[in-house]
Structure formats: structure tokens, C-alpha cells
């Protein structure tokens, strides 16, 4: 099942609501949902889902639509992955920094 980046906004939207507001308090940037893919520099065959930026524009997370939208095709995601993967990366990105 292949969401659109819209749908899978909204998605990330309902499942960052449980998260303890302080989670979120550090990210003067918040969470981004960025439409392109991000492979890794080292080995293509290896998609980026999401990272903790620290930068001038201040601390905040993407999460990259097109990463996920990638291996949802390739693994032939149901909206239930989806949401797995949309949450563990949220989390860990969250609760890693």
C-alpha cells in the first residue's frame, strides 16, 4: 500500500499526539515530514527514514516521505506497517538525542 505524502502527514501527525509533550520540548524546529528520499552516502542500497539535525536553523527532526514511500513498495507495505515505521522512527529519533 503505497500513502501519499499527504496521507502519510496526516498519519504522522495522530501518531506524535501520544508522545509526552516534553519529548518535543528541545526541538525548536519540531518534526518535519521532507517529500524527498535520503539514501545513505555509504551504500545506496540503504535508505535514511529520519535524523536529528542540530544546525543554524536551530534543533529539530525530518523524516523523509520518499524513504519510506521507497520501501513501502519495494516490502509492500500495509497501512499497519506504515504506521509501525512511522512510529519506531519518530520514537527513536525522539528519545535518541
Given at each position: 500500500?503505497q500513502?501519499?505524502?499527504?496521507?502519510?502527514?496526516a498519519?504522522?501527525?495522530e501518531?506524535?499526539e501520544?508522545?509526552?509533550e516534553?519529548?518535543?520540548?528541545?526541538?525548536?524546529g519540531?518534526?518535519h515530514?521532507?517529500?524527498e528520499?535520503?539514501q545513505?552516502?555509504?551504500?545506496s542500497?540503504v535508505?535514511?527514514?529520519g535524523?536529528y539535525?542540530?544546525?543554524?536553523l536551530?534543533?529539530?527532526?525530518?523524516l523523509?516521505?520518499?524513504?519510506?514511500?521507497?520501501?513501502?513498495?519495494?516490502?509492500?507495505?500495509?497501512?499497519?506497517?506504515?504506521?509501525?515505521e512511522?512510529?519506531?522512527?519518530?520514537?527513536?529519533?525522539?528519545t535518541?538525542?
Amino acid at each position: 500500500m503505497q500513502l501519499s505524502f499527504d496521507e502519510a502527514g496526516a498519519l504522522l501527525d495522530e501518531l506524535a499526539e501520544p508522545f509526552p509533550e516534553a519529548l518535543f520540548e528541545g526541538l525548536n524546529g519540531g518534526v518535519h515530514l521532507v517529500e524527498e528520499a535520503m539514501q545513505d552516502p555509504e551504500l545506496s542500497q540503504v535508505y535514511i527514514l529520519g535524523e536529528y539535525c542540530e544546525d543554524l536553523l536551530g534543533r529539530y527532526i525530518n523524516l523523509y516521505y520518499g524513504s519510506f514511500a521507497a520501501l513501502a513498495e519495494k516490502e509492500a507495505w500495509t497501512l499497519e506497517d506504515w504506521r509501525a515505521e512511522l512510529r519506531q522512527t519518530l520514537s527513536h529519533e525522539l528519545t535518541h538525542h
